[in-house]
C-alpha cells in the first residue's frame, strides 16, 4: 500500500476527516505507517520518505513509549477506541504534546487508525491557571491553597516517617499605616521584599506562602523540638526588622507570630491552620516580644477562663505543680555552675497548661505570690538536698513575675523562703526583666537594696529586650545578665549578633556583672561565646530543663558535672 495516499477505498467524508484534524494516520500492528495524511505531515515535520522507514513510537517521546505501546495492545485486545496524551517529537526534536485515539480500522482487519489532536496550548493554559490557582501573584509565592496541601502532605510525612512539623504564621503589625502613609503601590512593594526576606532566611526545604495581605506562613519539617522553632521566629523577626528604604526614608517594621507544631499530644487535633491562627492572636496580646505557642484552651470565652482558674486552686491543693530544673554550665569546662527552676503545670484533663497563661491566671486570681513563693522554696530545699548528696551547685535562680514583686508580701515571702530551709541567701539569684525594673525604677531599687543587703542576688532576665539605659543598669544592684536568645540564635552567621554579643560581654565586665548566655543549641554558638568571653551557657546543648529525678541521674551517670567544691 502507498504511504502518499490514501487508498481508493477511502470516502470523501474520511478525507474531509483528515484534513480537519491535526494528525491522522494508519498503521499496522507493528506500529509502522501505511497511510498518514497531509496535514499530519505538516503537524510533525517529517519527509514521506523517512515515515516509510519508522514506526509510530519513533516520534514518541522515549518516556511515553510504554505509554504507546500500552494503549495499541488494548486497542488490539479490546477493538475498542483507546486514548492515551503523550508528547510526539517534531522535527528539530521539538515536543508537542497530543491527544491520541487509537482503534481496529472496521474495514482493514489488522490495521489501526490513529486520530491525535495537538493539546500542548490547553496543558500550556492549565499549567497557567494552575500555577495561578495555587500561588500569589505579588510575591510569587505559594497561597493559601498550595498551603492547604502542604500541611496536609507534610502531616502524613510526619505521621509516616515519625518526625514533628511546625507552622508558623507571621503577620506584619500595622501594616495598613504603611499604605495609609505611602499608598499600596509602596505597600506592594515592601510585601514582595518582606516575601524575599523569608525565603532568604529559610532553607531549600522550609515552604514558604503568603495566605493574606500581610500575612505568611512557613512550614518547618523534622523539627527536633519548641526551642528550635522559637529561635527560628526569632531569626524570621530579626529578618523583618531589618529597615526597609523608600526614597530616601527609613521604615521599620515588627511582626507577630504564632506557631502549632505535629503531632502534638498535649493539643489534641491537628487542624494545624486553625491553631497558628489562634497563637498568632495570643501572640498579637502579649507585650515585647511577640510570639506565642498555640497552646489548647477550653472553648467558651470567659466562663471557661473561670473554669480554668478554679482549676488552678485546685491543682495546687491537688500537687498539680512541679519544677523543672535546668543547668547553667561553664561555657569551656561544660561543668554544672547553677540551675534554673522553672515551673510546670500538669492539668489532669487538659495536659501541659504553658507557663504565660498559667503566671497570667495565677496573678489575676491573686495566687502569684503563693506559687512564687512555693517555687523559691524547693528551689532552696533542693540546693539543701544535692549538698547533701555531694552535687554542690554555686546557686539556684528563680523567675519573678512583674506582679510577684510589687507586691508588699514578696520581702517576706523571701526571708520566710530561707528561714524554713536554712539555705544561705547568696545562693539563690531572683531573674526579673528590664520592664519590671523600669516600670517604677526608684521603688525596684529600693526593693533591689533591701533583699541584696539580705545576700540575695539579681540576675536581669532576656537582656536587650527591653528600654533601660545604661544609667539605670549602673543604679541598680545587680549581679548578672542573661542575654535574650535572639542574640544567640544567628550567632554564628550574623555579623551583628556576634557584635551586640561583644558589646554586652563588655558591658558585663565594666559592671562587674556575671553574663549567662541562654538558648546555646549548638557547638559552633558556644565556640563563639568563648571567643567574645562569655563564661556560663544555658540551652540544650548542655541539658534541656527536666524533672528533679531525671537531673539527678544525670549527675549519678557522669553526663553532667558538678563543680568541685
Same mark, same amino acid.
Given at each position: 500500500?502507498?504511504?502518499?495516499?490514501?487508498?481508493?477505498?477511502?470516502?470523501?467524508?474520511?478525507?474531509?476527516?483528515?484534513?480537519?484534524?491535526?494528525?491522522?494516520?494508519?498503521?499496522?500492528?507493528?506500529?509502522?505507517?501505511?497511510?498518514?495524511?497531509?496535514?499530519?505531515?505538516?503537524?510533525?515535520?517529517?519527509?514521506?520518505?523517512?515515515?516509510?522507514?519508522?514506526?509510530?513510537?519513533?516520534?514518541?517521546?522515549?518516556?511515553?513509549?510504554?505509554?504507546?505501546?500500552?494503549?495499541?495492545?488494548?486497542?488490539?485486545?479490546?477493538?475498542?477506541?483507546?486514548?492515551?496524551?503523550?508528547?510526539?517529537?517534531?522535527?528539530?526534536?521539538?515536543? %508537542?504534546?497530543?491527544?491520541? +485515539?487509537?482503534?481496529? !480500522? *472496521?474495514?482493514?482487519?489488522?490495521?489501526?487508525? =490513529?486520530? #491525535?489532536? /495537538?493539546?500542548?496550548?490547553?496543558?500550556?493554559?492549565?499549567?497557567?491557571?494552575?500555577?495561578?490557582?495555587?500561588?500569589?501573584?505579588?510575591?510569587?509565592?505559594?497561597?493559601?491553597?498550595?498551603?492547604?496541601?502542604?500541611?496536609?502532605?507534610?502531616?502524613?510525612?510526619?505521621?509516616?516517617?515519625?518526625?514533628?512539623?511546625?507552622?508558623?504564621?507571621?503577620?506584619?503589625?500595622?501594616?495598613?499605616?504603611?499604605?495609609?502613609?505611602?499608598?499600596?503601590?509602596?505597600?506592594?512593594?515592601?510585601?514582595?521584599?518582606?516575601?524575599?526576606?523569608?525565603?532568604?532566611?529559610?532553607?531549600? %526545604?522550609?515552604?514558604?506562602? +503568603?495566605?493574606?495581605? !500581610? *500575612?505568611?506562613?512557613?512550614?518547618?519539617?523534622? =523539627?527536633? #523540638?519548641? /526551642?528550635?522553632?522559637?529561635?527560628?521566629?526569632?531569626?524570621?523577626?530579626?529578618?523583618?526588622?531589618?529597615?526597609?528604604?523608600?526614597?530616601?526614608?527609613?521604615?521599620?517594621?515588627?511582626?507577630?507570630?504564632?506557631?502549632?507544631?505535629?503531632?502534638?499530644?498535649?493539643?489534641?487535633?491537628?487542624?494545624?491552620?486553625?491553631?497558628?491562627?489562634?497563637?498568632?492572636?495570643?501572640?498579637?496580646?502579649?507585650?515585647?516580644?511577640?510570639?506565642?505557642?498555640?497552646?489548647?484552651?477550653?472553648?467558651?470565652?470567659?466562663?471557661?477562663?473561670?473554669?480554668?482558674?478554679?482549676?488552678?486552686?485546685?491543682?495546687?491543693?491537688?500537687?498539680?505543680?512541679?519544677?523543672?530544673?535546668?543547668?547553667?554550665?561553664?561555657?569551656?569546662? #561544660?561543668?554544672?555552675?547553677?540551675?534554673?527552676?522553672?515551673?510546670?503545670?500538669?492539668?489532669?484533663?487538659?495536659?501541659?497548661?504553658?507557663?504565660?497563661?498559667?503566671?497570667?491566671?495565677?496573678?489575676?486570681?491573686?495566687?502569684?505570690?503563693?506559687?512564687?513563693?512555693?517555687?523559691?522554696?524547693?528551689?532552696?530545699?533542693?540546693?539543701?538536698?544535692?549538698?547533701?548528696?555531694?552535687?554542690?551547685?554555686?546557686?539556684?535562680?528563680?523567675?519573678?513575675?512583674?506582679?510577684?514583686?510589687?507586691?508588699?508580701?514578696?520581702?517576706?515571702?523571701?526571708?520566710?523562703?530561707?528561714?524554713?530551709?536554712?539555705?544561705?541567701?547568696?545562693?539563690?539569684?531572683?531573674?526579673?526583666?528590664?520592664?519590671?525594673?523600669?516600670?517604677?525604677?526608684?521603688?525596684?531599687?529600693?526593693?533591689?537594696?533591701?533583699?541584696?543587703?539580705?545576700?540575695?542576688?539579681?540576675?536581669?532576665?532576656?537582656?536587650?529586650?527591653?528600654?533601660?539605659?545604661?544609667?539605670?543598669?549602673?543604679?541598680?544592684?545587680?549581679?548578672?545578665?542573661?542575654?535574650?536568645?535572639?542574640?544567640?540564635?544567628?550567632?554564628?552567621?550574623?555579623?551583628?549578633?556576634?557584635?551586640?554579643?561583644?558589646?554586652?560581654?563588655?558591658?558585663?565586665?565594666?559592671?562587674?556583672?556575671?553574663?549567662?548566655?541562654?538558648?546555646?543549641?549548638?557547638?559552633?554558638?558556644?565556640?563563639?561565646?568563648?571567643?567574645?568571653?562569655?563564661?556560663?551557657?544555658?540551652?540544650?546543648?548542655?541539658?534541656?530543663?527536666?524533672?528533679?529525678?531525671?537531673?539527678?541521674?544525670?549527675?549519678?551517670?557522669?553526663?553532667?558535672?558538678?563543680?568541685?567544691?
Amino acid at each position: 500500500m502507498r504511504l502518499d495516499a490514501p487508498d481508493r477505498a477511502c470516502s470523501v467524508s474520511l478525507s474531509s476527516l483528515e484534513d480537519a484534524i491535526d494528525f491522522f494516520a494508519r498503521i499496522d500492528p507493528q506500529g509502522r505507517f501505511l497511510h498518514i495524511s497531509a496535514p499530519a505531515l505538516a503537524f510533525i515535520g517529517y519527509h514521506r520518505e523517512y515515515l516509510r522507514i519508522i514506526a509510530l513510537r519513533d516520534l514518541v517521546a522515549q518516556e511515553d513509549v510504554p505509554l504507546l505501546d500500552a494503549c495499541l495492545r488494548q486497542a488490539q485486545s479490546t477493538g475498542e477506541v483507546q486514548k492515551c496524551t503523550l508528547h510526539l517529537i517534531k522535527t528539530l526534536t521539538y515536543p %508537542r504534546l497530543v491527544e491520541l +485515539r487509537i482503534a481496529p !480500522d *472496521a474495514d482493514r482487519p489488522g490495521q489501526l487508525l =490513529v486520530v #491525535g489532536h /495537538d493539546v500542548s496550548a490547553w496543558a500550556d493554559n492549565e499549567q497557567c491557571l494552575t500555577y495561578a490557582m495555587y500561588h500569589d501573584v505579588l510575591t510569587g509565592l505559594d497561597n493559601l491553597a498550595s498551603a492547604r496541601h502542604e500541611v496536609e502532605r507534610a502531616k502524613q510525612e510526619a505521621v509516616d516517617n515519625g518526625f514533628r512539623i511546625a507552622l508558623l504564621q507571621i503577620d506584619i503589625d500595622e501594616f495598613h499605616r504603611v499604605n495609609q502613609a505611602f499608598g499600596y503601590e509602596v505597600g506592594d512593594r515592601i510585601l514582595h521584599e518582606t516575601a524575599l526576606r523569608l525565603k532568604s532566611a529559610c532553607h531549600a %526545604r522550609e515552604f514558604v506562602a +503568603r495566605c493574606y495581605s !500581610d *500575612a505568611f506562613l512557613i512550614l518547618l519539617r523534622e =523539627v527536633p #523540638g519548641r /526551642d528550635y522553632v522559637e529561635e527560628f521566629a526569632r531569626r524570621i523577626s530579626d529578618a523583618i526588622q531589618l529597615p526597609y528604604s523608600h526614597e530616601g526614608q527609613t521604615l521599620q517594621l515588627s511582626v507577630s507570630i504564632g506557631a502549632a507544631m505535629y503531632p502534638d499530644p498535649a493539643n489534641g487535633s491537628d487542624q494545624l491552620l486553625h491553631h497558628v491562627d489562634e497563637a498568632l492572636a495570643q501572640a498579637g496580646r502579649n507585650r515585647g516580644y511577640s510570639f506565642a505557642f498555640y497552646e489548647r484552651r477550653p472553648a467558651g470565652g470567659r466562663s471557661d477562663t473561670l473554669k480554668l482558674e478554679f482549676d488552678l486552686h485546685s491543682g495546687i491543693r491537688n500537687g498539680e505543680f512541679s519544677l523543672h530544673y535546668q543547668p547553667i554550665v561553664e561555657a569551656r569546662g #561544660g561543668r554544672v555552675v547553677a540551675i534554673e527552676a522553672l515551673m510546670r503545670w500538669q492539668h489532669p484533663v487538659l495536659g501541659p497548661i504553658a507557663p504565660d497563661v498559667f503566671i497570667s491566671l495565677a496573678e489575676s486570681a491573686g495566687l502569684i505570690n503563693f506559687l512564687g513563693g512555693w517555687a523559691l522554696k524547693n528551689a532552696c530545699m533542693q540546693l539543701t538536698q544535692w549538698d547533701a548528696r555531694g552535687i554542690h551547685l554555686q546557686y539556684a535562680s528563680v523567675n519573678v513575675s512583674a506582679r510577684q514583686f510589687r507586691d508588699k508580701r514578696f520581702p517576706a515571702a523571701v526571708r520566710e523562703a530561707f528561714r524554713l530551709t536554712g539555705l544561705e541567701p547568696r545562693r539563690i539569684v531572683l531573674e526579673i526583666t528590664e520592664s519590671v525594673l523600669m516600670e517604677e525604677p526608684d521603688q525596684a531599687k529600693r526593693l533591689l537594696e533591701e533583699l541584696t543587703d539580705l545576700g540575695v542576688r539579681f540576675a536581669v532576665d532576656d537582656f536587650g529586650t527591653g528600654y533601660s539605659s545604661l544609667a539605670y543598669l549602673q543604679s541598680f544592684p545587680l549581679a548578672a545578665l542573661k542575654i535574650d536568645r535572639r542574640f544567640i540564635s544567628n550567632l554564628p552567621s550574623s555579623r551583628n549578633d556576634q557584635a551586640i554579643v561583644e558589646a554586652v560581654v563588655g558591658l558585663a565586665r565594666t559592671l562587674g556583672l556575671d553574663l549567662i548566655a541562654e538558648g546555646v543549641e549548638t557547638e559552633a554558638q558556644r565556640e563563639l561565646l568563648v571567643a567574645s568571653g562569655c563564661e556560663l551557657i544555658q540551652g540544650w546543648l548542655a541539658c534541656e530543663a527536666l524533672p528533679i529525678t531525671e537531673l539527678v541521674r544525670k549527675f549519678e551517670a557522669g553526663e553532667l558535672r558538678a563543680l568541685d567544691r
